[in-house]
């Protein structure tokens, strides 16, 4: 069945230093691959997906996610951390085949707290 | 940019009652789905819904949900006899129809349901 870990709940940075926040999927196929975020009382945007090709993905706001199929991971990173981007962030899975995107499987989140 | 619409932003309703939530998707999608999130849990799945009928649902779809397009633009979620356990918040999501590289489900900012 398809899953998706976040092993970490809540993580702690400080302005400026760097980030990676650590995504593992259980998927059949190749999978459909995304990261969101989701400040208070907001709804979920995209940072970032994976469906195919270079297997390193650029993102809005900075951020950046690798695809390891060896690994079955999705890690999101990003250089230098602004206060800003405190938020929740989710990795899901799309389980889609060939050319519908299907139900997204997510994890449990995130919680990024960034000290100034 | 388009954007998914949800309204009421917050509802509280008494438990036994109907609720409906309402969507408005992105005009040129086909696909409109309903995710939930109980407080502190993962966003989970909900049901998937194409050319006017359930593509896909989750086990905790059960009787007591329904989904409809009413109309050429509006996507809705009834809940006939809401539980305590039925508090959430409810995401209404779109996608186009094929998988391309832009693909993805937009969000909306979800309702939040109060159960008393």
């Known amino acids: 069945a398809q899953s998706v870990t976040q092993p970490d709940i809540h993580i702690t940075v400080s302005e400026g230093a760097s980030l990676e926040l650590r995504c593992n999927y259980s998927?059949?196929?190749?999978?459909?691959l995304f990261w969101y975020v989701q400040s208070p009382g907001q709804g979920l945007q995209l940072l970032l997906k994976?469906?195919?090709?270079?297997?390193l993905v650029q993102g809005i706001k900075g951020f950046e996610a690798e695809f390891k199929r060896s690994q079955s991971s999705f890690n999101l990173r990003k250089p230098s951390v602004h206060w800003s981007d405190a938020a929740e962030y989710f990795c899901?899975?799309?389980?889609?085949?060939?050319?519908?995107?299907?139900?997204?499987?997510f994890g449990r989140g995130t919680q990024l707290t960034v000290w100034p | 940019e388009p954007e998914v619409t949800q309204t009421p932003s917050h509802q509280v309703t008494q438990m036994g009652q109907e609720v409906i939530l309402r969507c408005v998707p992105i005009?040129?999608?086909?696909?409109f789905y309903w995710y939930r999130q109980i407080l502190g849990q993962k966003v989970e799945f909900l049901v998937s819904?194409?050319?006017?009928?359930?593509?896909?649902k989750s086990e905790i779809f059960d009787d007591q949900f329904s989904v409809e397009r009413p109309d050429g633009s509006n996507f809705t979620l009834k809940i006939r006899s809401t539980k305590l356990e039925d508090s959430a918040m409810y995401f209404c999501?779109?996608?186009?129809?094929?998988?391309?590289?832009?693909?993805?489900?937009?969000f909306g900012q979800g309702t939040r349901l109060t159960v008393v």
């Open positions: 999501a779109s996608s186009p129809g094929q998988v391309t590289p832009n693909t993805e489900a937009f």
């Open positions: 998927y059949g196929a190749t999978p459909y």
């Open positions: 994976y469906f195919s090709g270079d297997t």
């Open positions: 899901a899975v799309g389980a889609g085949r060939g050319s519908t995107l299907g139900r997204l499987y």
């Open positions: 005009s040129n999608h086909l696909y």
């Open positions: 819904f194409y050319n006017n009928e359930i593509s896909e």
